[in-house]
């Protein structure tokens, strides 16, 4: 899970442009919103259709367990991880 987590970081340094940033500055457990990395909502929107364009992801709308998806790197990376497991059939 650790490639996908590293993955998931550049993506979002990538696709909000966060240039002072480096994967190693990001803490995977630390929230992603307020006063974790402080992305706003415009960021959520950013990064969901990044998302959704890398790893086929369906991001309909948003609900608390989309938002607990969205809490941090390693939810994200679970969310991931369970998605393609779910249309490999290998979960």
Do not use: C, N, W
């Not at 002072?20 to 803490?27: G, N, V």
């Not at 991001?59 to 998806?69: A, D, L, P, S």
């Amino acid at each position: 899970m650790q490639a996908i987590v590293d993955e998931i970081k550049k993506l979002i340094i990538s696709t909000l442009e966060l240039e002072d940033i480096h994967p190693d500055d990001i803490d995977p457990e630390a929230p992603l919103f307020g006063d974790g990395l402080g992305l706003d909502s415009i960021d959520a929107l950013e990064l969901g259709v990044e998302l959704q364009k890398r790893y086929g992801l369906k991001i309909e709308e948003v609900t608390q367990e989309m938002r607990r998806h969205f809490y941090s790197v390693d939810s994200l990376a679970r969310f991931v991880t369970a998605y393609r497991a779910s249309r490999t059939g290998a979960g």
